[in-house]
């Protein structure tokens, strides 16, 4: 791997350290909040609300029937700002349309339907509304990575992250689960308000209100709905384990010790995440360079292969003294499961997540779009079968299977592309 001094210095000029560092405390300040709330809410509580939250992000999967994928690729491949501004307004119009109807539906659900533990019923309605915001704070993000604006885009998602910490934190050792809920509100509308305010210049300008005509409408839509049927496929593969183990365990303290173990694995993934996230565009402005393609990716596959094999091997080898530092001794029981996961998270992180990014770049949607499915018809069958004979142990080595199978079939789709 050739990689010049001179090279790390152009990206950490470019943003690469903005957006890391970020991420950074990001992820050290959702640790915290999750450490602490499971230490100030009781085992059955923290159950009972990671159903409900469970059942929010299922609904997000569908968020803004894909606009912020579509405003992050449009944007970043259209040359001029004009038509930037427009593809994120029409984008922001149409997610907050698309989005009011997923609200109003997850509203009916968590009054009029089927709820496999109880006790999540009220927090599935008290959340309904989090889609509206959530679809507004996305696209902001989305449109700041796209004009390369990676110092803003990294102050914004901190904003977030250490405003959520402290007011859920603060709210839910007053009012417990309900005040956890109302802190999240209050962090997404503070964060909308600020991120409003950066792009002000570009939402409320008048040289392109109403002007939709000029740009490509039916593409970027069609882009926009394979994407995130794509990414729900894929997102599926963090979000079923735990509705299912809800479903056939029915055992608030179960699924509480699970998500516990997925906690660090499944957050972690910000590490790939970070340099796709910076990457991305770079890669969709040379799109059509296979070789640059085919150079980049491997660079990055190797580095991610290193980093992330010293991150797993250490978590594996100290998961007796993390789990109960940092979230209890009363989770334990979580650490068989966390050390499958572990395994998962190399597995994805060096090659799935990155991959993945990178078919998406260069257009290729309907690729991930086909890996998704299969990949999802696998996760199904193989989360009933493991959880109903192993419990929620089968949940994690479900989704170790299916990282495996994602990869190598990301693999094969992304050989073919940079041939």
Known sequence: ?????????????????????????????????????????????????????????????????????GILQYCSISKDYKTKRKYLKFGLEFGIIFNIILSIAMLLYGVFGKIAIEDSRNYIILLSMIPLFSVVYNSIQSYLRSTLRNTEYSVLTTFNTVIYLILSVSLSYVSGVNGLIIGMYLAYLLTVILGIWYIRKDLFSNRTRKEHTDIERVKFLKYSLITVMTNAMSQILYLLDTQLIGIFVRDEAVLASYKIATTIPFNIVFIPLSIMTFVYPYFAQNRQNKKWIKEKTKQITYGLIVINAVITIGSIGLSKIIIPLLFGKQYLDAVPCFNILMIGYFISGSFRIPFGNILASMGLVRANLINAVFSGIANIVLDIVLILRYGSIGAAYATLLVFIISSIIHFIFIRKAIK
């Open 1 to 69: 791997m050739n990689i010049k001094l001179k090279d790390i210095d152009k990206l950490l000029k470019k943003g690469l350290v903005q957006i890391f560092s970020a991420n950074v405390i990001n992820k050290v300040a959702q640790f915290g909040t999750l450490a602490l709330l499971s230490r100030i809410l009781t085992k059955s509580d923290y159950g009972a609300f990671s159903y409900a939250q469970n059942i929010m992000s299922f609904v997000l999967l569908l968020e803004g029937a894909g606009v912020t994928t």
